[in-house]
Structure formats: C-alpha cells, structure tokens
C-alpha cells in the first residue's frame, strides 16, 4: 500500500548558499534581500536533472551576466496544465519567502542561510556517492552519515504543505498534541502555526544531530518510550517540554536504517514535487516500511525500517508486511568502529541507556566510527516499481521532472498499462501524448541496391535466410502449416541482413500499419508496452482461415500483396501477415483497429496467442474493479464517460484471449459494417457540403449524465432497427448482465468515434435528429451547441 501522509518527509528546501538564491526584491540596506524564491527541492537535486550539460557555478554567474537569462533548465510537466516544458531552475519546486521569519528584524531570510549551508554539506557527500558508484560501495564516518540522516529529515519538515498545518492546533491530525501546542505558543509568545513552525525548524537547523538525540535521550531516560507514545495517544503532552520535538527526530533516526539504491542500467529515476520523503508500505496496519528520497536519476537514498533487518525475519511475519518493494534486499550498513572492537562489545560497553548511547555517539572516539553501505543495483522491474510510488502520489496540483524523455515515456507507459493505476494515470495522459509526439521515429532500412555490377551476390542477401528460402522452394523442407512456415521465415528474417525480400515486405507492412494507426482515434493506454508473442505454430485449419482473411485485409488497409501463385511469391505474402501482426500485437491502437475490420476478425486473432494475455488479465482485473466500484465510484461524470474508459482500458489495451473482448471487436465491427451500408445515400443540406472525412475528430470523455443517457438510448434505438437481430440489454445485477450491457456501450463509443472520422457528416444529420436543441459537445475541435 503506497499513502502520503502530514508528518512524513515529503519535499525540500534551497539548494545553494544564500547568495543563489533567486532574488525578486532588494532592500537598500546591508540585510539580506526582503523577497526571496526558496527552493524546497534544492537546486543541487535539479541540476542532476538538468537540459545539457551542467555548468560551473562560475560559468552560470558568467552566462547570466553576459545574458540575463538563468543558464539552467529542467523538463517540467505541469500536472494541473497537462504542459509539458523547459523551465529554469531557479523558477521551480520553490515558494517566495518560504523560510522568512518576519520577527526577526535583523535578517529575515536567516533560516534560508543556515539551511544553504547544510544543504552545501549534503551536497558535498552525495557528490561523493555518486563517484563511488562503480565501486558498488560508499563508506561514510559518523559525522557526515548524522549530516545526511539531518539533511533528509528536515526535508521531510520543510514541506510546503506541512508548514500551514504542523502545529495549527485545531487540525484533526494534531488533536493529541493540541493542549501542548497551545500551552507552547503562549508561553513562546508565537502567534501562528507558520511562527511554530519556524520556531522549530531554528532548532533542528541550530542543534548538531547529536544534541537533538541527547535531548531526545533525555525525554526517553526521563519517562520512558512507552510512556511518551503514551502522552502521545492520550493527548497529555507536559506544556514545559520545550524539546519535544527531538522526540519526533529521534524515531526518524532510530526506527530506520539508511540505504542507497541505483537505478537499472538504462532507466532513471524520477522527482515529483513530493518525492522527498513519501512513505510506502505497511506493517501490521500501520504505516511507513520505506521512506523515500529521490536525489539524482541515478540514485535514491531509501531509509528502511528496522523491521525489514535481516535479523528480524524470524519475529516478524510476512502476512502482515505490505509493500511493492518488499523484493528488494538492501543490506544494513556495516560499521567500522574506530577502536577495531565489533559491535557486541560496542553494544556492551557503551549503549546500556539511551543517554550512554547519544554521549557515545556524540563523543570524539564514536565520531570516528564509520559506515560502509553496499549500494544496491535494481533491476528494471524494481526502478519501475519505485518511479511507480512516486507516480501513485502525484497530485493533481503537482508536477514532475525527469531527465530523459525516452525513459519517461517509457516509465509513465508502464504505469499507465497498469490496471491498478488507471485512475492516478490518466493526470499523465497530456505528458504521454506530449512525449510521444515528440520522439524521433527511426527510419526504416533502406532497401539494399545493386549499385555496381562487380558486388559480390553474397554481400545482398543473408545466407541463413538464403538457405531456408531455397529449402522452401525446393520442397527439402516441409512444415505442417503454411503459418508455421511463414513464422520461422519470419523469425530468420528479423535478425538477418538486409534482403530485397525483407524489404518488400516491410514496405507493405508499413503501409498496413500506418492505416491502421491513422484510422484510430489515438486513445490506447498502453501503447509500447510489450505484448505476448505470436504463437510459433497453429492448428492447419486456423492458418487457412487467417491467411484467407488477413491477406484481402491486408490489401484493403492499402499493402500491395503479389498474389502470385508461385511458392516465393505466396510465402512473401504470408511472411508480410506474420510480420504485420507481430508488428501490431505490440501496438495496442493498431490491433484494435485491426479486430474491428470485421466481425469474423476476433475469433482468428485470439487464437494466435496463448491464454491469459497481458490484456487479458487487464480486462479481468479493471472490469472487476469496476464492478464492484460501480455502485460508489463518483470518478465517471456519466455512462458515456465510463464506457469510454472501459474501451480505452479493456478494449484497447492489446491481444486479448477471452470471449468478453472479442465480443466487444464483433459487435464494434458489426455495428461499422451496418452504418457503412446504410450511409451511402445523399444527404439533405447543409450535410451534403460538409466534409465526410475529418481525420482528427477526437471524441471527448466527459459529458452530462442527461447527454451520456439521451445518446445512448438513441443509438441503440437506431441499432435496433437497421443491425439484423440486434436487442440493447438491460442490464442487471450480476457480472454477466453488466458486462453485457457495459460491451454495447463500449461498442458505441467506438463506432461513435468511427463516424466522427469517417461519416461525419452523418453522424451531424442523425444526432441532429434527436438532440432537440440541447447545448451538446461530443468532440474536442468543436464548440458547445444545438448540434455537433
């Protein structure tokens, strides 16, 4: 289970010393400036995420005076905005005089100076980290790990949403420490919840991370951990505990063991505007397994709780741990005690109170312990699955960066493919359709040419496929099925050289498939994520049956098919299906196309993969989900929006097995057949002058209930007379009759958004007839009006 929550380490502060901080006011005296941005993620994190190379603080001081302009930038998607955009540094993740403490006449931008200077520190030894990681481990002495354990603490306290509310004493989260809260702000003289919090985030900056334990020791020795979580619970907090508030850094300290994880060769990690501090996981019922702290692409600093030891296996059961990085084992630190005793004497000597360990710690022999942590490499799966923690908390006011465009779109394509996630991800649709827009296409091989006499015949074709296709023509080798053969040519061919036989075929492919993907309306929610394979053999009856449908299909999507009788020119052709269907298994919007070409297209095509597809334990799970939800989900504004998620979700996300799905192609296909037919007759005007075509007619999701009802109840009505056989179901309160009812409006929206491209003019003349006037929209380029 993955949760925000008040008092976690959420997002962060300044970066640089005082002096980079960007200034939007001076005042004429020798004080520090009167208005200043304060990062709460600090700059030295953005810069690692920074557009080009990174400058020297010379060099940017340089650049900036020669133009004005701030020489850093970063990938900023504005989840609000649905934006997508380059924006400097020194204008994000940052709030106006966000640490300015106002009674403090002197230098009001005090805070924001001490915390530049832990953060210089911090900085200093994550640059270290980074140096160290192909050694695999980094050894930190005590006084630098304290350094990192403070720095990733007030991270946690400096969140923008914690400073109105930490300590405002009628907020529900601080009803057991209201009557402290209360008794301290009178007794400080602070007149609000931000002076509090400013009050205590002085102490956390002015107090070294040894004096905060010892004070914390103190409270500890004096009524005991029992007794504090106590007055905790029970809302009995003495008004003279003036440094309780090292109680709180203490368990932060203690409860977690600190950890380094890099990302997966090739895959990067991602910062949202929380990303510092989110906790993740759940024991027993209650909250915060992981802790985490994204710093850089490459690394995440992960502070783990002591329950996930290794020694702590044996006491705690595995049943009650819930957490989506439960499979990644980092190892505790290993440490290095300065006087060469192991850690049981250690232990022995020294640690027998709370107090005895904070002078140990705080001493100059345990000051030059040291720690050596073995930084944990994830695979791909593990980085996905943390980039997916913070992906899961993003909120719709937030915001993201990332450093490669390639690994984000990959990175919010996997989450988005996910069904557990559908709601999170549609914020990032607008980012996924901005992304792709912009990636690079690579070209398709050119086709190899004789260019001169003298070239060597071997050197224009590759010999394992030269081989296998003379084996064919020959009749040396023989397969049980026309497709078991085009298949294994298939396979030969994609790691062999360039051939003009491979090129032909890929020439015609592509035509297919461009077709294909045009006549779609763009809204597939998991395009690129990898599909299950083409079987390599099927039964002789099914391959007749495919090749007999695919190659017209092909042919009418605009691919040039031979047609000739010989055996090379019937294998390329059936070599062209198998590479077009691989090709279109992959890609969720051509496959849909693909499956509503015909009504005879659904049965064929399922049965070229075995059972329990991806897309087939997509459509289980959402439909399910929905299901249960049906009845209290408030997140559909109407039917019609929730049948549109479904087709997008469960009838656009790949290959499917199951007879749910191929029920919802053949009813698609049936109903575009039917309204085909239908819609060759002329048109009254002003129908008969306007374009039947409009390529980029995009249906919108979200219209009124009365609308969703009114349109629904009229297509089916229209269905009903004109598509042979065909009754609107009812419904009902079991699964079967919801789904049943839930496909025909799935079907709809999909032969909906058929028309709008291709019969548009059509479909104005029919909803023209039964809207009476309403103020209805049902696509994105146009206005509200009596008609579409």
Partial sequence: MTRRRRNTPKQQARTEPAGEAQKTDSSPSSCAP??????????????????????????????????????????????????????????????????????????????????ADLERHAASIIMDLHKSLPQGTFTLNRRSLELLRKFLFIMHYRNVSCSNTYFQADHPENATSRQWIESFMKAKDIQ????????????????????????????????????????ITESHIP????????????????????????????????????????????????????????????????????????????????LSLMSSLLNVNPAPPTPIYASGEDGVHINQVHFQSAQSMARYRSSQEGGNDSFMFKITKLSRPQTLELNFVALVNVKKTGSLTFLSRASMLRTARAFRSLPANFLTSQLLVPLIAQLTATMETPPLQAPVAVLDQNVDALTLVDVVLYVLLMQICTGSRQFETAYDRAHLVFRIMEKAKPTSFADEISREVEKAFKVCKDS?????????????????????????????????????????????????????????????????????????????????????????FKKGTPADGCFVSFTRSMYRERASSSFFSSGFHLAYSLRGMCGMAGPTTIAVSQSYYQLTASIIQCLSRTML??????????????????????????????????????????????????GGDTLGQTLQKWIEE?????????????????????????????NFKLFEDEEATGST
């Fill in 681 to 730: 007759g002329s048109l009254p005007e002003p129908y008969a002058l306007q374009p039947r075509e409009r390529p980029k007619a995009r249906l919108i999701y979200k219209i009124p209930e009365e609308h969703s009802e009114l349109l629904f109840s009229n297509m089916k009505m229209i269905l009903r007379k004109s598509l042979p056989g065909y009754e609107p179901s009812p």
């Fill in 520 to 608: 779609e309306d763009g809204m597939s929610f998991a395009e690129g994520v990898s599909f299950a394979p083409l079987l390599p053999s099927i039964p002789n009856e099914l391959s007749s049956q495919l090749f007999q449908f695919m190659i017209p299909c092909m042919s009418r999507l605009g691919a040039v098919m031979s047609g000739g009788e010989g055996i090379l020119e019937e294998l390329q052709d059936e070599v062209a299906v198998v590479s077009f269907l691989a090709r279109a298994s992959s890609s969720p919007a051509v496959w849909h196309a693909l499956s509503c070409t015909s009504p005879q297209a659904p049965e064929i095509l399922s049965r070229l």
């Fill in 192 to 231: 609000s919840a931000v002076e509090f919090w400013l009050h205590v985030l002085r102490y956390y900056l002015d107090a070294s991370h040894s004096d905060i334990m010892r004070d914390a020791a103190e409270l500890v020795e004096k009524y005991g951990e029992e007794g504090l979580q106590k007055m």
């Fill in 239 to 318: 008004p003279d505990l003036e440094h309780f508030p090292a109680y709180t850094y203490h368990t932060h300290a203690n409860n977690y063991f600190f950890s380094i994880w890099e990302a997966a060769e090739g895959e990067e990690f991602i910062v949202t505007h929380n990303a510092f501090g989110l906790w993740e996981g759940l024991a027993g019922g209650s909250p915060d397994l992981h802790r985490i702290f994204i710093v850089s692409p490459r690394i995440a600093l992960i502070l783990r709780n002591i329950l996930l030891r290794p020694e702590m296996k044996e006491f705690v059961k595995p």
């Fill in 34 to 115: 009167t208005t200043q941005y304060h990062h709460f993620i600090p700059r030295f994190i953005l810069r690692r995420f920074q557009v080009g190379p990174v400058k020297s603080k010379t060099e940017r001081q340089r650049e900036f005076r020669r133009t004005g302009v701030d020489p850093e930038y970063v990938h900023y998607y504005d989840i609000a905005t649905g934006s997508l955009d380059i924006r400097p540094i020194g204008k994000v993740y940052g709030v106006p005089n966000f640490y300015q403490d106002v009674r403090n006449t002197y230098n009001i931008n005090e805070l924001e100076e001490k915390l």
């Fill in 746 to 774: 799935m079907a709809i929206v999909g032969c909906l958004a058929w028309l709008g491209k291709h019969r548009r003019n059509h479909l104005d003349f029919i909803l023209d007839g039964f809207l009476q006037g309403m």
